[in-house]
């Protein structure tokens, strides 16, 4: 990140760049199309978004496996997989 070379920001308040966790934490990630990787797994995207995400480190396995449910059972109710 750049040092500021005069004046000040506040994002969500929280002061830039004295508070930057705060920043980092109140911003999401928003792509304007669907980023996947074809090296990755569906778990492994799910695992990447839900740190993306900020998941406290004890409930990742977690926050995974009910993405990973919930995908499948959309692509179940839209017909995509049987």
């Not at 969500?12 to 966790?21: I, K």
């Not at 792509?31 to 990447?48: K, M, S, Y």
Request: glycine share 6%; hydrophobic share 45%; proline share 5%.
């Amino acid at each position: 990140m750049l040092e500021p070379t005069s004046g000040s920001a506040v994002i969500n308040g929280f002061e830039v760049p004295t508070q930057m966790e705060g920043v980092y934490q109140s911003m999401g990630f928003c792509p304007q199309h669907d980023i996947l990787w074809e090296e990755l797994t569906v778990r492994e995207h799910l695992t990447f978004y839900t740190r993306l995400k900020f998941a406290p480190t004890d409930q990742e396995e977690a926050f995974v496996v009910r993405l990973h449910w919930l995908a499948r059972t959309w692509l179940v109710v839209v017909g995509r997989v049987d």
